[in-house]
């Protein structure tokens, strides 16, 4: 049982939810084992840490993150698509012109360099689809689970 599910079960486990249970000095203690001094999550960062350096998982993330940059690009390509093809009236004929070039540079990219294609719909905030992608593709296809840079350090922000 991992840290933070030993955490969970603690705290379930009292009957009494006021503040001293959170004030204890054993709960203070197994908060203190869970999190790094950075403020990352122990658990997953080990986790990862073997996990990114195990022969398994090395030789399928080339392969997964191709998959993660198709899926990303392919998504934004169809809305791209599908708003550029309900513009009855353009009036903004500018963005409407940037707007095919970017789709139709992205459509000649997605099979030889998905990443490529990928990075002309990245913006702020971007990483938490690729994140989600890796972690649901690592898996569904392959089994393995994987903690996102935001799941590992909660009190980070990631843009």
Not at 51 to 74: N, Q
Not at 87 to 99: A, G, K, R, T, V
Request: net charge negative; with cysteine.
């Amino acid at each position: 049982m991992g840290l933070f599910s030993k955490l969970l079960k603690k705290w379930q486990n009292k009957d009494n939810r006021d503040s001293s249970v959170i004030e204890s000095e054993e709960f203070n203690n197994m908060v203190e084992d869970l999190v790094c001094s950075n403020g990352s999550i122990k658990e997953y960062w080990l986790h990862n840490f073997y996990l990114e350096s195990s022969p398994e998982y090395i030789k399928v993330i080339d392969e997964v993150m191709k998959e993660v940059y198709t899926r990303f690009a392919k998504e934004h390509m169809a809305e791209a698509e599908a708003r550029l093809n309900e513009q009855d009236d353009i009036s903004d004929i500018e963005y409407y012109q940037e707007e095919k070039q970017k789709l139709d540079k992205a459509k000649k990219l997605i099979i030889a360099d998905p990443e490529k294609a990928a990075e002309l719909y990245m913006m702020m905030g971007s990483c938490h689809e690729l994140w989600y992608l890796q972690k649901k593709i690592l898996l569904e296809k392959y089994g393995i689970t994987w903690y996102s840079p935001a799941e590992v350090n909660p009190h980070t922000i990631y843009d």
